[in-house]
């Protein structure tokens, strides 16, 4: 009995329903990455569950190939020994942040809504169909929400970049 041969399509289909993202899956099966979305968006609107694969941590905003944070915490060059630098002249990191401190408050809690944010986007279905200035522009526009959420709410400059970084699409739109 000979067996079937799948599709590329097909392939698609089970390899998204396993939970492969779309680019994993273009490069598995050997489509191109607007195929592979198109058949996960048709997945979508037929209601077939096509997830992503949960993002292990990783470093800012880096892709699902970036280097874990255990690797790096791991790695003796990566930690800086230095407890105070000097940014220039007298001026100290610590003077620096705790100014920044007063503008856009807690770095711990602020930077633990930034990434849920940030995992949000990234899991959304249009994600990997925007081009990487829209990308860039979500990401920093949700960068500055988390610093007028979690500091000062009146800081007109956030609210400023906003519109910029919202305006650099639009106009290339």
Request: positive net charge; glycine residues 8%; hydrophobic residues 35%.
């Amino acid at each position: 009995m000979t067996k079937r041969k799948l599709t590329k399509s097909a392939l698609a289909r089970k390899l998204l329903t396993r939970g492969y993202s779309i680019t994993e899956t273009a490069k598995t099966v050997g489509m191109l990455y607007g195929h592979a979305w198109a058949v996960h968006r048709e997945m979508q609107l037929k209601g077939q569950p096509a997830a992503p694969r949960p993002v292990e941590r990783y470093i800012g905003s880096a892709p699902p190939y970036g280097v874990p944070q255990s690797e790096l915490e791991s790695d003796p060059n990566y930690r800086n020994q230095q407890s105070e630098l000097t940014v220039s002249g007298d001026n100290t990191i610590e003077r620096v942040l705790a100014e920044r401190g007063e503008d856009y408050g807690d770095y711990a809690s602020k930077a633990q809504f930034i990434q849920g944010v940030k995992y949000l986007m990234r899991t959304s279905p249009s994600w990997e169909a925007m081009d990487a200035d829209m990308r860039e522009s979500m990401e920093m526009i949700a960068h500055k929400m988390g610093r007028t959420l979690y500091g000062n709410p009146t800081h007109k400059d956030n609210f400023l970049d906003i519109a910029g970084y919202a305006k650099l699409v639009a106009d290339r739109l």
